[in-house]
C-alpha cells in the first residue's frame, strides 16, 4: 500500500467484514485504517477490536485517508457523494461497492477527473474468502486497479471485468453466499433427519461445500467431470443426484442468480 491510508464510509455487514478481513491478514494495520458511520456502537466496537480510527463524521475519513471505500446502501450513496464532494481531490481514490449504482452515476456526482473504482465483493471477506470484481472508472490508472485488486485480493480473489458485467457479478457471486447458506442448512438437516447431530451435520455440510469449491479451484477440472468422480455406478450419490434433478435444482439456481442480477439492475436505474 506504499504508506497510503486506507477509509471506509459505512461500517455495516459489508464495511466491517472488509475492515475485518484486511485487519486479520495483515494487509493494512489497524492505525492505518479510518472509518466513519453513522452508528457510533459499530465504530466502537471495530476500534476496540482492532485499533482503527473512528468518527461519526464522514468528511474526516475523506481528509485522513487516500483510499476510501464507499460502503453504504446504493439507495443514500448519493447523498454521502454530494455531502463529502469538495474534500475528494483528484490525489483521492474511491472505491465503490454499491450494487447496481454505475460508475458514470457517482463520477457525475463529484469533481471531473475524480479517480473512481467499482468493486463488488461478497461478505466472505470477513474470512479472506471473498470473490470480488472490478471495474475502473474513466479517471482511473493502471495504478489505481492494482492497488484495488491488491486490497480486495488480500481478503480473497479479485479479478477485473468490464462495467456492464457488474450485474451478473452481483447477482452471481454477491449475492451467493446468501444462496449457498441455505444448501449447507438443508444437508446438515438432512444428516440429522438421518439421525446425525445438529452441530456435527454442520460441520460435515459445510466442509462438504467448502471442499468441493476448493477441487473445482485448485484442479480446474469441469464440475461435472467432478461430480462423475463421486458417482459410483448404481451407487448412493446417483439416487441424491436423481431427486435434485427431479427438483429442478440446476433451474432454481439459474434463476436465484438472474433474478438477482436483474435486481441489481433496477438498483442503478
Ligand atoms: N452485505 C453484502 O453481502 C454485500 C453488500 N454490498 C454493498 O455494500 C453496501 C453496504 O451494504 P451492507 O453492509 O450490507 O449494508 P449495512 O446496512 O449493513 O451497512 C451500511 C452502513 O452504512 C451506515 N450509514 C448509513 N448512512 C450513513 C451515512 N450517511 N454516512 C455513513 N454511514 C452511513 C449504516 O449505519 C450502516 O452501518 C451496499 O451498497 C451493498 O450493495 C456489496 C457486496 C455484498
Ligand atoms: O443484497 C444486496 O443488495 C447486497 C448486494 C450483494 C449482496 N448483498
Redesign the pocket.
Known sequence: MNGKKLGF???????SSLIKGICDTEMIPGSEIYA????ES?LNELHDEFGINISTD?MDVVRDTDIIVL????Q?LKS?LSHIREEVTTDKLLIS???GVQLDAIENELKPGTRVVRV????AATVAEAASAISPGKNATVEDADAVLAIFGSVGSSLIVPEHLMDAVTGLS?SGPAFIFPVIEAMADGGVFEGLDRSSAIVLAAQTVMGAAKMVLETEMHPGQLKDMVTSPGGTTIRGVHVLEESGVRAAFMNAVIAASNRSKELGN
Do not use: E, H, L, R
Not at 120 to 123: A, C, D, K, L, V
Open positions: 464510509i459505512g461500517t455495516g455487514k459489508m464495511g466513519s458511520d453513522v452508528f459499530y464522514n460502503a453504504v446502501k446504493p443514500i454521502v461497492i454499491a450494487a463488488m465483493p461478497n461478505i454477491g
